[in-house]
């Protein structure tokens, strides 16, 4: 399979989690990557995984929150690796802490500057050198994207502005052929969800909870019967959004939550 040949894919976040995946499947699929994260160690297993599908990686510690850092390594990555073609806009942060009210400044700025100003930092450091036609965009919401996420509304506040940004660039782009779009996923298999204090959160009628104490609590969010999303699940929404497949698809929202969204409105 060759659904991404011959383009180069800029991901942040790409160290661990989604980023990490995404990065492999896109490599699975001929992508180039240029690799974004905040730790070299994290960022050279990536190398490992995406160089054992024949591919290229640049890989550049970048903090999205700052600008200069992100475009920096942006750019040298695009000259070790001749063009730009997707930017998957991934690195994010949260941690469910309480009402709306309670919620600590510092978290809340820190919330806003990874996941919203990181994302614009990550676009902007990106949009220059996507000048191909046929390039994309991807952003990386949730589904408290597009919806209430009660305990987390320095994280909710944030993934829906990104909306705003995506369906503002969409337009903005469009005249380019560049494609913008956002990826919602709901629970997924990473150490975001799959965590002590989730647990906890989760399941507070148990003193050490696991993550197999929280399989049931999460299906019922469900419409489909599973606990949450693989990480893998989301990779393959952003690698159809990355591909020629969406070459008309621009402004949209694409959930990846096995039906919680819906179950939720329903
Ligand atoms: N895991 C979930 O259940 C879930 C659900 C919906 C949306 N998301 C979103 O998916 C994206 C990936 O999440 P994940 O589950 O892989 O998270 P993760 O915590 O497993 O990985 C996040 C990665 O981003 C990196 N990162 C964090 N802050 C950064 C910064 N300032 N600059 C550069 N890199 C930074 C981390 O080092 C890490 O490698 C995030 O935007 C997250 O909000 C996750």
Known sequence: MSRMSGKVALITGAGSGMGRVHAVRLAQEGADIIALDLAEDALAETAARVRAQGRHIFTAIADVRDLVATTAAADAGVAELGRLDTVVANAGVTENVGSSWTIDEDLWERSIAVNLT?????????????????????????????????????????????????????????????????????????????????????????????????????????????????????????????????????????????????????
Do not use: C
């Open 118 to 266: 990181g994302v614009w930092h990550t676009v902007r450091a990106g949009v220059a050198a996507l000048s191909v036609a046929g390039g994309s965009v991807i952003i990386i919401s949730s589904t408290a994207g597009l919806g209430a996420a009660p305990g987390a509304a320095h994280y909710s506040a944030a993934k829906h502005a990104v909306v705003g940004l995506a369906r503002t660039l969409a337009r903005e782009l469009g005249e380019r052929s560049i494609r913008v779009n956002t990826v919602h996923p709901g629970a997924v298999d990473t150490a975001m969800t799959l965590n002590p204090t989730t647990f906890a959160r989760l399941r507070p009628d148990l003193s050490d909870p696991r993550a197999e104490d929280i399989v049931d609590v999460l299906a019922a969010r469900h419409l489909l019967p599973v606990p949450w999303v693989e990480s893998v699940d989301v990779s393959n929404a952003v690698l159809f959004l990355a591909s020629d497949e969406a070459r008309y698809i621009t402004g949209t929202q694409l959930v990846v939550d096995a039906g919680s969204t819906e179950k939720r409105a329903s």
